[in-house]
Nanobody
Framework: QEQLVEESGGGLVQPGGSLTLSCVAS????????MSWYRQAPGKERELVASSSRLGSTTVADSVRGRFTISRDNAKNTVALQMNNLKPEDTAVYYC????????????WGQGTQVTVSS
């Protein structure tokens, strides 16, 4: 059974609006440690948006702090990104990254979900 990471919830939203992204890890993924959200805008490098450890500590990028919230459900191997007060500069493909394995060395990425903020 393969390792699978799937995102959902992207779409088109007006400035000031909200979206919630969801990510689920399934298959042969064991001992998940960090679950994170990254994004990549056209012509830019992929950047960390928010990350959550298994024990619940979180990291949020300065550019989204106060607007985005990360949360996870360890029992379901899911992580969500609640995005409020979206801005055009939040437009990007959002990726879920899952780190797992006994030493945290196994990394799996989702295929990405497009978020477009435009009026």
């Amino acid at each position: 059974q393969e390792q699978l990471v799937e995102e959902s919830g992207g779409g088109l939203v007006q400035p000031g609006g909200s979206l919630t992204l969801s990510c689920v890890a399934s298959g042969r993924i064991f001992s998940i440690s960090a679950m994170s959200w990254y994004r990549q805008a056209p012509g830019k490098e992929r950047e960390l948006v928010a990350s959550s450890s298994r024990l619940g500590s979180t990291t949020v990028a300065d550019s989204v702090r106060g607007r985005f919230t990360i949360s996870r459900d360890n029992a379901k191997n899911t992580v969500a990104l609640q995005m409020n007060n979206l801005k055009p500069e939040d437009t990007a493909v959002y990726y879920c990254k899952v780190r797992s394995g006994a030493d945290g060395s196994v990394v799996n990425w989702g295929q990405g979900t497009q978020v477009t903020v435009s009026s």
